[in-house]
Antibody
Framework: QVQLQESGPRLVKPLQTLSLTCTVS??????????WSWIRQPAGKGLEWIGR???????NYNPSLKSRVTISVDTSKNQFSLKLNSVTAADTAVYYC??????????????????WGQGTLVTVSS | DIQMTQSPSSLSASVGDRVTITCRAS??????LNWYQQKPGKAPKVLIY???SLQSGVPSRFTGSGSGTDFTLTISSLQPEDFATYYC?????????FGQGTKVEIK
């Protein structure tokens, strides 16, 4: 079955760019018409959706992060990536990648996040 | 942005109890509502999608209901492995949002 794995630097300095990659195994990122998402969770807090991308490269972002976030996809490597600019300590969190399963119904498209990667803790500190 | 508000934020319950968690959307979202379970140190796992559809492999003691702005996750008979934090998430808009979570603890 499809599995996702996050990778990237665990420590980022303030005002620099956080960069993470999610590698998809067990299936092609290009097939199926899925959305691929990033979600984060500060320690002891709830989940925050960061954004999503489809394999045509179309993106949607959380409005509160939109000015600092870029999500991209590399179908040749079966990966998608997250870049978050100008980070501060408030961006310290566990970052998850996930695929959105879906089906179409008469009123639109239902999406839900499954599976998720195991998550990676990124700390912003000098 | 669509805001999702869960209640309660936490609850204490015993094994065998019936537990109900509610989630309210700041605007109508039809049935575009999913429920996740998260255990400490683990990634969330989907339980219910499209408000009431049970994800494959999830025990039938979990049920979801609701439409519009008000939704409910019910655990019919709480089991030891169900002590966790539960999140709702809307997929109605192009900017998805989660509720703040409900922690289910052992009484």
């Amino acid at each position: 079955q499809v599995q996702l794995q996050e990778s990237g630097p665990r420590l980022v300095k303030p005002l620099q760019t956080l960069s993470l990659t999610c590698t998809v195994s067990g299936g092609s990122i290009s097939s199926g018409g899925y959305y691929w998402s990033w979600i984060r969770q500060p320690a002891g807090k709830g989940l925050e959706w960061i954004g999503r991308i489809d394999t045509s490269g179309s993106t949607n972002y959380n409005p509160s992060l939109k000015s600092r976030v870029t999500i991209s996809v590399d179908t040749s490597k079966n990966q998608f990536s997250l870049k978050l600019n100008s980070v501060t300590a408030a961006d310290t969190a566990v970052y998850y990648c996930a695929r959105a399963l879906y089906y179409h119904e008469s009123s639109g498209r239902q999406d839900w996040l499954d599976p998720w990667g195991q998550g990676t803790l990124v700390t912003v500190s000098s | 942005d669509i805001q999702m508000t869960q209640s309660p934020s936490s609850l204490s319950a015993s094994v065998g109890d019936r537990v109900t968690i509610t989630c309210r959307a700041s605007q109508t979202i039809s049935n575009y509502l999913n429920w996740y379970q998260q255990k400490p140190g683990k990634a969330p796992k989907v339980l219910i999608y499209a408000a009431s559809s049970l994800q494959s492999g999830v025990p039938s003691r979990f049920t979801g209901s609701g439409s519009g702005t008000d939704f409910t996750l019910t655990i019919s008979s709480l089991q030891p492995e169900d002590f966790a934090t539960y999140y709702c998430q809307q997929s109605y808009s192009t900017s998805w949002t989660f509720g703040q979570g409900t922690k289910v603890e052992i009484k």
